[in-house]
Antibody, heavy 122, light 107 residues
Framework: QGQLLESGGGVVQPGRSLRLSCAASGLTVSDYAMHWVRQAPGLGLEWLAVISYDGSYIFYADSVKGRFTISRDNSKNTLFLDITNVSVEDAAVYYC???????????????WGQGTRVTVSS | EIVMTQSPASLSVSPGERATLSCRASQSVSSNLAWYQQKPGQAPRLLIFGASSRATGVPARFSASGSGTEFSLTIDSLQSEDFAVYYCQQYGNWPLTFGGGSKMEIK
C-alpha cells in the first residue's frame, strides 16, 4: 500500500523559515496534482496550495500567498512547502495530499499523508 | 473566495439512526464538491467526490447529493466508526476551500 510521508515539522522560532517535505513511497505522484492542507490545533482544515503534476501551474490560498512556496521534484517523488517569516498563526499539522484524478488541474484529495506538526515558539 | 458553510456544527445521533449533513457554497461550484471524514489524530479520508460519487472502499450507507450551492451527505444506519468530523470542500474555483466541519457524536 503506497503512502505519503511528511517531514520537516518541529519547533520553529517566529520569523524563521521552514521547509516541509512530502515523500511518496509505493505510490505514483508524478502524474497527479499535489496539495498542502493544514489544521491548527482544535480547528478545521485549511487548504493552502496546489501544484500541477508537471509544476506548470500553482495556486495558493490568499492567507499564505507571498510567504509559502510549493514545489516538487518528480524525479524524487517529493513535494515541498517552503514557509518564510513563520508566525504563531502557522502552528498546525501540515498534510500533503495527492489529487484524485491524474493530470487533472487540481480537485479532491484522495490520498493523504499522516501530517507533520509545526510548533511556533521562541 | 468561495465560502463553504456547513450545518449543523455538531449533532448527536444514536447508532443505527440516519444523519444528514448540509453544506452550502457562497456561489455555484457545479458538482465540484467533496466530502471528507476525519477521526481524532488521523488524516482526513475522502468519502465523496463529484458531489455524489463514493470514493473507493466507502460503504454504501454513505450517500450524497446536490449541485450548484446546496449539498448534503447522508449516512444511513450509523455505525460506531462513523462518529467523526465531516468536512465539505469545493474544488470548482481557486482557491479551494473547506467548510468548517460538522462533528457527529454518539447520543
Amino acid at each position: 500500500q503506497g503512502q505519503l510521508l511528511e517531514s520537516g515539522g518541529g519547533v520553529v522560532q517566529p520569523g524563521r523559515s521552514l521547509r516541509l517535505s512530502c515523500a511518496a513511497s509505493g505510490l505514483t505522484v508524478s502524474d497527479y496534482a499535489m496539495h498542502w492542507v493544514r489544521q491548527a490545533p482544535g480547528l478545521g482544515l485549511e487548504w493552502l496550495a496546489v501544484i500541477s503534476y508537471d509544476g506548470s501551474y500553482i495556486f495558493y490560498a490568499d492567507s499564505v500567498k507571498g510567504r509559502f512556496t510549493i514545489s516538487r521534484d518528480n524525479s524524487k517523488n517529493t513535494l515541498f512547502l517552503d514557509i518564510t517569516n513563520v508566525s504563531v498563526e502557522d502552528a498546525a499539522v501540515y498534510y500533503c495530499a495527492r489529487d484524485f484524478v491524474p493530470m487533472d488541474p487540481g480537485g479532491a484529495s484522495e490520498i493523504w499523508g499522516q501530517g507533520t506538526r509545526v510548533t511556533v515558539s521562541s | 473566495e468561495i465560502v463553504m458553510t456547513q450545518s449543523p456544527a455538531s449533532l448527536s445521533v444514536s447508532p443505527g439512526e440516519r444523519a444528514t449533513l448540509s453544506c452550502r457554497a457562497s456561489q455555484s461550484v457545479s458538482s465540484n464538491l467533496a466530502w471528507y471524514q476525519q477521526k481524532p489524530g488521523q488524516a482526513p479520508r475522502l468519502l465523496i467526490f463529484g458531489a455524489s460519487s463514493r470514493a473507493t472502499g466507502v460503504p454504501a450507507r454513505f450517500s450524497a447529493s446536490g449541485s450548484g450551492t446546496e449539498f448534503s451527505l447522508t449516512i444511513d444506519s450509523l455505525q460506531s466508526e462513523d462518529f467523526a468530523v465531516y468536512y465539505c470542500q469545493q474544488y470548482g474555483n481557486w482557491p479551494l476551500t473547506f467548510g468548517g466541519g460538522s462533528k457527529m457524536e454518539i447520543k
